[in-house]
Structures are given as C-alpha cells and as structure tokens.
C-alpha cells in the first residue's frame, strides 16, 4: 500500500486524519477520520475528486513524517519528492 497523500483537521473531539492511498492491488482508497471509516474509489480520477471535496470541508495536507517543511505541493505529481525539492529551493 502506498500513501498518496494525508489530510487533516483539528475537531472537538481530536485530529481527524485521512489518508489517500493505492492499494497493492491498484485500487484506490480513502481511510481515517475520529470515527473510523474506509471509502473505496473506482479510478484514481474519484479519489482525486474526494481529496479535493474534503480539502473543501476544511482538512489541510499534512505530513506526519517529519516536521520540517512540506516541500511538495502537488501530492498527485509524477515527479519525485526529491526532484520536488529541489525544484522549491530554486524558487526561494
């Protein structure tokens, strides 16, 4: 399983967390959240589509790796993390 990307936002009852991911098996989910819940998607097209509503519902990228600076923008990007970093420290 690979994360595609996490979002977060901070309730009354705690962090509520999703997290975005393809499966071994090439389908895509949506798991997370203060009462657990686990949404399958069709194509990645829909689960590109959820990111976006729930981005719309006031969740935020996060990303629990590390504290340091999020450096990719675009989590649905073809390009390497690495080469995205480097790309971000040439525009500062």
Same mark, same amino acid.
């Given at each position: 399983?690979? /994360? ?11 962090? &509520?967390?999703? #997290? *975005?991911? +393809?499966?071994? %098996?090439?389908?895509? @989910?949506?798991?997370?959240? =203060?009462?657990?819940?686990? =949404? @399958? *998607?069709? /194509? =990645? ?5 959820? #990111? @976006? ?5 006031? *969740? /935020? ?9 999020? #450096? =990719?923008? %675009?989590?649905? &990007? ?7 970093? +480097?790309?971000?420290?040439? @525009?500062?």
């Amino acid at each position: 399983m690979q /994360t595609l990307a996490t979002l977060s936002k901070s309730t009354k009852q705690g962090i &509520s967390t999703f #997290y *975005f991911v +393809e499966t071994d %098996d090439n389908s895509y @989910a949506m798991f997370g959240g =203060i009462k657990p819940r686990c =949404i @399958a *998607f069709d /194509t =990645i097209e829909d689960l590109r589509n959820a #990111y @976006a509503s729930w981005v719309g519902y006031g *969740f /935020t990228p996060s990303n629990f790796k590390s504290r340091t600076k999020q #450096y =990719i923008n %675009d989590p649905w &990007s073809q390009m390497p993390p690495h080469l995205q970093m +480097e790309l971000e420290e040439l @525009a500062v």
